[in-house]
C-alpha cells in the first residue's frame, strides 16, 4: 500500500501507540500535532478544527489513511496497520503459536477495555456523574469519590495484566508473550507503563514487575526510545532519566 498516512497526535498521550507502530514498520505518514490541554478545552485553531473535522469527538489517535479512511481507537490502528505493513516483518505475528496470538489479542483488547476507562474516570470524573441541584452533596465531592475509585479500579487492572503476562509458559525473554523478539502488544503494554498508579513506579516495581521488565525491554530498541524518550516526554520515563549526549 503506497501513500502517506496522517496522524493527529498530541505528546505523551494514546497517540504515542499509533506513532510508535508507523515508526517500526516504516510507514510514510506525516503528523499534525496538538497540545492535549487546548484539545480537552475545545480551544480554536486550524489543527483542532482539522482534527474534530476527522473525529467529532476529537480523539487521540485519529489517524487518516493515504485514501482518505478515517481510524480512531489505538488498538484499532495498530491492527490496521499490521495488517497492511508488518507482514514479512519482525513484527508479524505470523511466527505466534496459537497460544501466543490469543494471548496477543487478549491484551491488546484488554488495555483500552479495563485500563483506559480508569484513567478517563480519574482525569474526567466530571463525564460521569449528574449532581441535582437539590443535593446537599457538592459536584466537588462526588468528583472525588469517582477519582477515588478510579485509582482503585487502576491498581485492579494493572495487577490482572500482571496474571496475564504470568500465564505464559517456557518464557524465554521479558517480552509479553515469552518471544525473541517484541510484537506490537510490547509497545502498548510500554505505553500503558507511562500512566501506572501512583507513586510512580514503586508501585508497578512492586505489584507489576513483569509488566516493567516487559517496557524496559522494548524500550531498549532505538527507534522505539526515539518515540518514547525523545519526541514524548513523559513525566517519568519507565527506564528513569535520559542522560543528554
Known amino acids: 500500500m503506497s501513500g502517506v498516512y496522517t496522524l493527529f497526535h498530541a505528546d505523551a498521550v494514546g497517540s ?14 506525516n503528523i499534525v500535532l496538538l497540545d492535549y490541554d487546548s484539545v480537552t478545552k475545545k480551544e480554536d485553531t486550524p489543527e483542532y478544527r482539522q482534527l474534530i473535522s476527522a473525529n467529532p469527538l476529537a480523539q487521540f489517535p485519529t489517524l487518516v489513511t493515504p485514501d482518505g479512511t478515517v481510524l480512531t481507537e ?9 495488517d497492511k505493513h508488518a507482514i514479512g516483518t519482525p513484527w508479524s505475528t505470523e511466527h505466534l503459536s496459537p497460544s501466543q496470538l490469543a494471548l496477543y489479542y487478549r491484551i491488546m483488547v484488554f488495555i483500552p477495555a479495563n485500563i483506559y476507562p480508569t484513567i478517563t474516570a480519574i482525569e ?26 478510579g485509582q482503585e479500579n487502576r491498581q485492579t ?6 496474571k ?3 500465564t505464559v509458559e517456557k518464557r524465554t525473554s521479558a517480552y509479553a508473550l515469552g518471544t525473541a523478539t517484541p510484537s506490537l502488544v510490547d509497545i502498548y503494554i510500554t505505553l500503558i507503563a507511562h500512566y501506572s498508579p501512583r507513586p510512580r513506579y514503586g508501585w508497578m516495581e512492586e505489584n507489576c514487575p513483569k ?4 517496557a524496559r525491554e522494548t524500550l531498549k530498541d532505538p ?13 517519568v520515563p519507565v527506564r528513569g532519566p535520559v542522560k543528554a549526549d
Open 16 to 29: 504515542v501507540l499509533t506513532l510508535a507502530v508507523l515508526r517500526v514498520l516504516d510507514v510514510k505518514h
Open 74 to 82: 489505538g488498538a484499532a490502528t495498530a491492527f490496521y496497520l499490521h
Open 124 to 149: 474526567f470524573p466530571e463525564r460521569f456523574i449528574v449532581v441535582p441541584k437539590s443535593s446537599h452533596v457538592s459536584e466537588e465531592a462526588v468528583c472525588g469519590w469517582v477519582e477515588e475509585k
Open 157 to 162: 487492572t494493572f495487577k490482572l495484566l500482571e
Open 164 to 166: 496475564l503476562l504470568d
Open 211 to 214: 509488566v516493567m521488565a516487559c
Open 223 to 235: 527507534v522505539l526510545q526515539q518515540v518514547f524518550e525523545v519526541e514524548n516526554e513523559f513525566e
